[in-house]
């Protein structure tokens, strides 16, 4: 089974995908494959400023994410893909294209789902970028449709799409629908079936919707007939999602503690080569090697006042990680007050005793 973990904005950063990849890789099933993807990286801000946006493009060897971007102006994209190709494609597995968040601030300024309002422009877009002699390929993500009133279209528009790109990943819910239960189960079959009458493609299609769990995804798969699937916020609270391995409570305590040392020397790394940077940033000031990683976990170790900013960043991940302990939400008060390392993680070994 091919599956991909969706890209989230503030989520599927270098440190997530890497624990999230090394649980995949002890774990993992002969027969899977697991793509990773950054979170949306803004491709004007990379032209203008990129140290200002190029966090997201932060990996380490062997993960080889989708560098997933996201502008609205032709031109901008083209010169952005041109010159991400150009300096960093060994970093990345393939580049691809935000069609699809929703925002009510963003649906009026042009990119994100707001592509999907001038479907005919964002076509021309995406055809103009697969013909980018590329080095990386090139794939789409997008939504089922804005609303129902735009169904037909939308079906039209992904057609034609699968013409100029690899893969196409649609979450498969409208504009609406948000990140709501709902989903039109039919239209998924109708997808398929119409851009393999048409082209009978290469384009992979990759199915995303409200996967909570391994079987899930098999099933989905099947069922819907989709080449790959792709699983979001499930994977949040659980990066053994996409293996059947059943933790026990201390691994799964250690695998918060290792995220949270993760995002930390990620952070810091940040801060030692990218920060004061800003066209000179190499390969290898984004690719964070292993041993690296290792050692600096290693010297923090017994160390106080680290990163307070990620501290206080690491809860999110920290809350979705104990969400299901009942007793988590007493401690939850003490860890609202952690702004150090030592004492965070203290509190996560409290939870999980
Ligand atoms: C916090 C959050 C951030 C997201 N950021 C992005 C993003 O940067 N790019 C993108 O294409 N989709 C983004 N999405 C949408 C997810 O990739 C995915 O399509 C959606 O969550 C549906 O999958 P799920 O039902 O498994 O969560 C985001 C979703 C969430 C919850």
Redesign the pocket.
Known sequence: MQLCF??????TNCATRLITSQIFEKYWKKSDSLNLRT??MNVDGFLINPNQVIKHALTTPWQKPIL?IYWWKEETLIEATQKIQNEYSGLFSWIEL?T??PSNTVMKVGWWSDMLKDKEKTLKIIQKLSNIPWQLSFSL?TRAWLNENDKIQQMDFLVKASKYCNKISI?W?TLKQL?SWDSDRKFIHEVKDKIKKVWDPNCKIIG????NSYIDAENKLLEFNLDWV?????AIWNPRIFTTHKPILSEKCETVLKHLDYSIVCDQRFNEKIVNKSWEITVKDLEIPLEWIEKKVKENKNKSGLQPHTIVEFRKFLFQYVKWIPWSKERKQQVLSCKDYQDLKTQIEKIFK
């Open positions: 969706a890209p989230m904005d503030w989520i979170e949306f997933q935000n699809g968040c993500k979450h819910r990140y995303n919707w409200w996967i792709m699983v979001g916020q499930a």
